[in-house]
């Protein structure tokens, strides 16, 4: 189970500007349920997102996931937990451009010092699941948009998380590559991964297999 | 380590870039040391087998020849084992523009040094037309076509002919590099020195704690004569070497700014892209320390592989291609321009100097931004 419990969050751009970015949040998800968060630019979608995966901490309130609270946790343990539990697919992929397929897929495995064969079996499954394995060696900015998208979900899935945190994941996709986005989807959610997706996408709101739409307007839950 | 090398293959232009000028700074500063070293040993070599007591005469505030009739004198002296008598000068070789020293040896009589008894016993110069030359006159005796013999211009104006005998192989190549060793009386030929006079007088004496007192009592026998001790010309030799390991340090300070400035503006900060690459290693789960181990192996094969290069090379071109160009800046300390063979000394002491203002540094200034950079929440890099 994950619960956001009275969490706030402020950017202190300088000593007089201060941005309230989410105002006492309260939210609880279960394991399995494919939650979508909508909400204009700037709503503070992405900020809950970022609190989740612990990529950054809370003003105040906290983010328990598993029952742990990892707004509480040391950084190197967020780190571990992040590397365990949480797989992220960013807006922009968030990927290392001038390596290939197969390197930017196998980053989250490298400080654990994989055994070859594991290493190679475990990225062989991804390649194969999000059909990318035929540019396992393509350096990463010659791929087009949908390529670079597979890349970054097959490096969110390569340690089998069981949360799956997607930022706006279609921002940057035409109808149909975000058509078989939601089908990648679809597919994780049938495996009872935990998905969270950041979206002001309309392609996201009328699918049957949704669990909750959450309305996210101005730093609050509506 | 495999990420790290992968990581340094991907951004080839700037590796390599700093590959360079890293290997360059290694090999100007290693150069440097080996170069003096090599100098400072062989200067030191030369200097311990100095004659313990030089007497020179002077007539009217200048150095002349001096009377022979003075050995005797110097011999009745207590506490003096040996007078000699030398007979030498330098002889300018025109073609060459160089300066050779001439020094004559006799064969029944004790020599001063070790090396001139050496060649005294090997050779028989006696028959007055014969010499044993240094390598470095060799050389250029060949370079202008004198193989076997050489004529010599005597002040006369008159040709002079000696055939070259031998080689002249010593332990201490500086010395040994630029002479010619023939007889007494080819030296007097050549020079035009007078019979009755040495050019100076060497004096050995055995015990080393009476070499300033017997220098006083010379000087005050012959108030006009110079008496120079070992110990003077070891400060002299010092002071020349001094004078032109400045020169070095001026080269060694500029090399040392430059590496500097590299490490400072290096430490200063992270590219946008480095900051992004380590934003982006967090958020899928590497630790700070997973960060910096990979930073540290990056610096440490850069910055190892350049010093072994630097150092590499400046083996060779110190040692095997005697360092052209920076040897010129000390060789000829006695306006000599022969060449002289930089003799390999390993001197491990400048190598870890060099390895710790280097390498420990260079790793320094990458770890330190990219801890920085890492321990800073992966939202606000990423942002």
Do not use: C
Request: aromatic share 12%; net charge neutral; proline share 3%.
């Amino acid at each position: 189970m994950i619960k956001l419990h009275n969490l706030t969050k402020i950017y202190e751009l300088n000593k007089n500007n201060k941005v309230v970015a989410l105002d006492n949040i309260n939210l609880e998800f279960q394991q399995g349920e494919l939650i979508i968060l909508k909400g204009a630019s700037g709503s503070g979608k992405s900020t809950i997102l970022s609190l989740l995966a612990g990529l950054s901490k809370p003003t105040n309130g906290e983010v328990i996931i598993q029952d742990q609270r990892i707004s509480k946790l040391p950084d190197d343990f967020l780190a571990l937990f992040r590397r365990e539990n949480i797989g992220f697919i960013f807006q922009k992929y968030n990927l290392i451009p001038t390596m290939s397929v197969w390197e930017n897929i196998a980053l989250p495995l490298i400080p654990t010092n994989p055994d070859e064969t594991i290493l190679k079996e475990k990225l062989s499954k991804v390649m194969q699941q999000f059909n990318i394995s035929h540019k396992e060696n393509s350096i990463v900015k010659n791929l087009s948009g949908g390529e670079q998208q597979r890349v970054a979900i097959a490096r969110a899935m390569i340690n089998n998380p069981n949360i799956i945190i997607a930022d706006e994941p279609t921002a940057n996709l035409d109808e149909k590559l975000s058509l078989h986005f939601i089908q990648i989807l679809k597919q994780l959610k049938s495996s009872n991964k935990t998905i969270i997706v950041a979206t002001h996408d309309p392609l996201f709101f009328d699918l049957d297999f949704v669990d909750k739409i959450i309305n996210i307007h101005n730093g609050r839950v509506q | 380590m495999q990420y790290a090398i992968n990581s340094l293959l991907r951004q080839k232009t700037k590796t390599i870039f700093i590959i360079i000028i890293f290997t360059i700074l290694t090999f100007l500063l290693t150069s440097i040391f080996f170069i003096t070293h090599s100098i400072k040993y062989e200067l030191d070599t030369t200097a311990n087998n100095l004659p313990q007591i030089i007497i020179q005469n002077q007539q009217a505030g200048r150095l002349t020849n001096i009377e022979t009739t003075i050995l005797d004198d110097i011999l009745q002296i207590d506490g003096v084992s040996d007078a000699i008598g030398r007979v030498w000068g330098y002889y300018y070789f025109k073609q060459a523009n160089v300066n050779f020293i001439v020094m004559g040896i006799d064969n029944f009589e004790n020599q001063y040094k070790k090396s001139f008894t050496n060649i005294s016993n090997k050779y028989d110069l006696s028959d007055n037309n014969s010499m044993i030359i240094g390598n470095g006159v060799k050389k250029i005796l060949k370079k202008n076509y004198y193989t076997d013999y050489f004529n010599f211009i005597t002040p006369g104006g008159t040709l002079k002919k000696v055939n070259i005998k031998g080689v002249f192989n010593s332990n201490i190549p500086l010395e040994s590099n630029d002479i010619i060793l023939t007889s007494k009386d080819v030296v007097r030929e050549i020079f035009g020195i007078d019979e009755q006079y040495f050019t100076d007088i060497v004096v050995k004496i055995p015990n080393p704690k009476e070499v300033n007192t017997i220098a006083t009592k010379i000087k005050q026998l012959y108030p006009n004569t110079k008496v120079i001790t070992q110990e003077q010309l070891k400060v002299s030799y010092q002071e020349i070497f001094d004078y032109k390991s400045g020169i070095f340090l001026v080269l060694f300070i500029v090399a040392l700014f430059t590496f500097f400035m590299i490490v400072y503006d290096k430490s200063s900060g992270l590219s946008s892209e480095e900051k992004r690459e380590i934003g982006i290693l967090k958020a899928i789960g590497w630790k700070v320390d997973d960060i910096l181990k990979e930073k540290f192996y990056e610096s440490f094969i850069i910055s190892f592989f350049a010093y072994l290069v630097g150092v590499i090379s400046a083996l060779i071109y110190v040692y095997i291609l005697q360092a052209p160009l920076l040897k010129n800046i000390f060789i000829g300390y006695s306006a000599l321009n022969v060449d002289f063979i930089l003799p390999f000394v390993l001197d491990t002491q400048s190598l870890f100097l060099v390895f710790f203002l280097s390498v420990p540094i260079y790793i320094a200034a990458t770890i330190i931004p990219s801890w920085r950079t890492a321990t800073i929440e992966a939202d606000k890099v990423l942002r």
